[in-house]
């Protein structure tokens, strides 16, 4: 069945967990007319402590029907249209018997881009999307353009169907878990950052995740752009497969026509034209950071920005929260918190642009399934000491087989006090997990700030 929006009077629609994306998904339903009913896995009165006052009076309604602590597969047959938040897998009973009768099973965001019209702009990958995605709408502001910024870094998508009637562009942050379920999403420009091991505790196969990336580019074609890493296997790959004009960029090589890392300086080649960006700015550091920047110019260009402009934004950007965040020095002790570290490579990059041997290193959390032998070479080269917490913390100390001193201080408290005594002049304390923060903390933010304010206490 094809489904418009403004027809969705009388459908009967089933949301599929009630996070951030699903509770827009139900205001927006709610609104068009259609007959909703709600499931969630956890508990109403535990869902209900989480709920703003507009989100709760609307659950409360009896115009919504509402089935808490479990996911019955009969009431998924029962509908026109399932709208599954991303947090929720795919394989539910009830998602495979509605795709049996062919009942369209949609995410927030496919909702959504069927809604607005303006380019869209996603960005997807490992690592750095938060970063990119913010430094492009910072640099297409600056260039003149109404922009919006959204999807997975904070505000959902279908929030935007009205505000979009009004804007020139979106940039959207797209995760793995939202591109399985899109089916006509269409970027007029697609950015694939990296590719590496990650939410291996979802996907039964490192193959099914890269997977899921690659829905990035389905439905591009020929006056579309692709913007990938060029210096990544897997980015490659998916490179090839689609039919949208190619621009890549390295941090590693020289890459004619595309992006490169010049010493300080980023290259940007094309025809017969060579752009010079000074990478200088001191609240991005690390090599992970340049290919962000390296994709945001290719991104901005592309729609016109003066070079002044991108280069303004380079110099002024002041980074995100909890991604290599300085947060002090103290007897000539530097602190960085990294708590969006939540995979392997994320670490791996953190560590990259930091001094060998100088280096002590908080790390743990809850494992996603992860293998942490890659770090053991960069423990060795970097690490003066390894600081391990959470539930991760003897599944990590085992596989880098004491590559350095190595502490199990369980908690992160207790990890702060400790490599502050241990630490010397001129060492750099950096927090980046390697994990979820979901043993300990209600999240990366929550799990960030408590590290920041034990190192502000010292």
């Known amino acids: 069945m094809e489904f418009k929006i403004d027809s969705m009077k009388g459908k009967k629609v089933l949301v599929v967990g009630l996070g951030k994306s699903g509770l827009s998904a139900l205001r927006f339903l709610h609104q068009k007319g259609a007959l909703v009913t709600v499931t969630d896995a956890r508990r109403e009165e535990e869902l209900k402590t989480r709920l703003d006052p507009t989100s ?110 009004n804007n020139d562009l979106l940039v959207v942050e797209v995760s793995s878990f939202q591109l399985e379920t899109i089916q006509s999403f269409h970027p007029k420009v697609a950015v694939l950052l990296n590719i590496a091991p990650d939410h291996l505790d979802r996907y039964s196969r490192f193959t099914d995740y890269v997977k899921a990336k690659a829905r990035l580019i389905k439905n591009q074609d020929k006056n579309d752009l692709f913007i990938g890493n060029g ?98 020095e103290t007897n000539g002790v530097t602190y960085y918190n990294d708590s969006k570290g939540t995979n392997v490579s994320a670490t791996l990059m953190a560590l990259a642009g930091l001094p060998d041997k100088k280096v002590l290193l908080i790390a743990g959390g809850r494992d996603k399934g992860s293998n942490y032998k890659p770090l053991k070479t960069v423990a060795r080269k970097k690490l003066k000491g390894l600081y ?6 003897e599944k990590i100390r085992r596989e880098l087989g004491g590559q350095t001193k190595t502490v199990i201080a369980e908690t992160l408290e207790k990890a702060v006090y400790l490599v502050s005594g241990d630490a010397a002049w001129g060492d750099i304390i950096l927090f980046s997990p390697a994990c979820a923060s979901y043993d300990q903390f209600k999240n990366f933010e929550h799990r960030g700030e408590t590290f920041k304010n034990l190192v502000m206490r010292l």
């Open 56 to 165: 709760l009076q609307l659950l409360t309604s009896n115009t919504i029907k509402k089935v808490f602590g479990s996911h019955p597969p009969k009431i998924f047959e029962e509908q026109d249209l399932i709208v599954l938040s991303p947090g929720v897998p795919t394989d539910l009973p009830g998602i495979k018997k509605a795709l049996k009768k062919k009942i369209p099973v949609w995410g927030e965001m496919e909702l959504a881009c069927r809604a607005i019209t303006i380019p869209i702009i996603a960005v997807t990958g490992t690592n750095g999307k938060s970063t990119t995605v913010t430094l492009i709408h910072e640099m297409l502001k600056k260039g003149g353009k109404r922009v919006l910024l959204g999807g997975n870094i904070g505000t959902p998508l279908i929030d935007f169907v009205e505000p979009s009637r």
């Open 231 to 328: 210096s990544d296997k897997y980015c490659l790959a998916i490179a090839r497969k689609t039919k949208a004009k190619k621009c890549f960029f390295s941090s590693q090589k020289k890459i004619p026509g595309g992006l490169f890392l010049n010493g300080s300086e980023i290259n940007y080649q094309f025809g017969k034209n060579k752009e010079v960006y000074l990478a200088r700015n001191n609240h991005l550091t690390g090599l992970h950071n340049k290919e962000n920047m390296m994709a945001a110019i290719a991104t901005a260009r592309h729609f016109g920005v003066s070079v002044e402009s991108i280069q303004g934004t380079l110099d002024s950007f002041l980074g995100l929260k909890h991604r290599m965040e300085y947060v002090r």
């Open 388 to 393: 391990l917490i959470g539930e991760a913390a």
